[in-house]
């Protein structure tokens, strides 16, 4: 079975910065994509950043310069650190990973779309 859990989440004033972190933990061979999404109150989720397996990124335009994503590939890991928040940045934050390779009693067996539990951002002052 596979999980992620996400941690780094909470209150920081504007201008300050936070660090997050999601780890896939499960019989994993192989990750594509990470990414994480976020969803304010009364708002859609929407796609903050993401990374391929080759370290490609891409941000949304509302955080560009202003967050980095990063991931360990070895420790199944992705980061996103946030600087510069802004309280329009509020808004709880998740994990996602598109497509996994798994073994499963020896097979290989394909994933997709798993997300993990959320992390409270909150910009205030």
């Known amino acids: 079975q596979v999980q992620l859990v996400e941690s780094g989440g909470g209150l920081v004033q504007p201008g300050g910065s936070l660090r997050l972190s999601c780890a896939a933990s499960?019989?994993?061979?192989?990750?594509?994509?990470m990414g994480w999404y976020r969803q304010a109150p009364g708002k859609q989720r929407e796609l903050v950043a993401s990374?391929?397996?080759?370290?490609?990124?891409n941000y949304t335009d509302s955080v560009k310069g202003r967050f980095t994503i990063a991931r360990d590939n070895a420790k199944n890991t992705v980061y996103l650190q946030m600087s510069s928040l802004k309280p329009e940045d509020t808004a709880v934050y998740y994990c996602n990973v598109d497509r996994m390779i798994l073994v499963v009693n020896g097979e290989l067996k394909e994933a997709y779309d798993y997300w993990g539990q959320g992390t409270q951002v909150t910009v205030s002052s």
């Open positions: 990374i391929t397996s080759g370290g490609s990124t």
């Open positions: 499960g019989s994993i061979l192989r990750i594509n994509a």
